[in-house]
């Protein structure tokens, strides 16, 4: 059928109690804010991940596809699974200094995946910065960046880093394009870095 009206304009947004994040098709880029740091300032409250591959010692960004690349209807976005807890889009047409990529990412109401899927060789990447820590994800032909709220207090909320411990693929069996092809397993995630802000809000969070 028709895609949504949003993919007209080119953004995909997701806001929960948790977190308030958006995803630029053009750009390629994710805003993304934990709970009430979206009040705060952007470079403490929050942050931008942009997907890009390696270019010698520097990174190249990836785009979109171009206006007059579009056909009716908008970008190449596709969603895959959608319910009440949980959001899976498909985002193709990306190119990355010449290499061919899509995106998919995949959100929970505290949780939120971005998966960078190259057509060919080459070395992927996430980068940015959350909540004033440089991030830098970088893999073979595939790459993802995830992240979870954590909020052990009312007025302490940060972005704890996840993923797999070990060489598979969160999205299934052959889903990362030539990047790894065995799927992972519950056991293989895990969290693996931690970044915490402070909030003037008095709401209560907690996780699910």
Known sequence: GPLPPNNLHRVLRFDTGFYEMSFDVALAS????????ALLPFDVGGGILRAATVQGSDFAECVGPADSDVIVGGPPVRVVRQGRYFAHYWVGGLTCSGVLASMEVRAWPDCFELHLVFDSSASAAFVGQLQGTEVEAVGSNYTEA???VRCPTPSSCGLERVGPTSGCCPLGANMCG???????????????????????????????
Do not use: K, N, R
């Open 146 to 148: 995830s992240y979870c």
């Open 178 to 208: 030539a990047g790894p092809t065995q799927p992972c397993e519950p056991s293989d995630m895990a969290i693996t870095t931690t970044t915490t802000i402070t909030t003037t809000s008095t709401t209560t969070a907690s996780d699910t």
């Open 30 to 37: 994710l805003f993304v804010a934990p709970g009430q740091a």
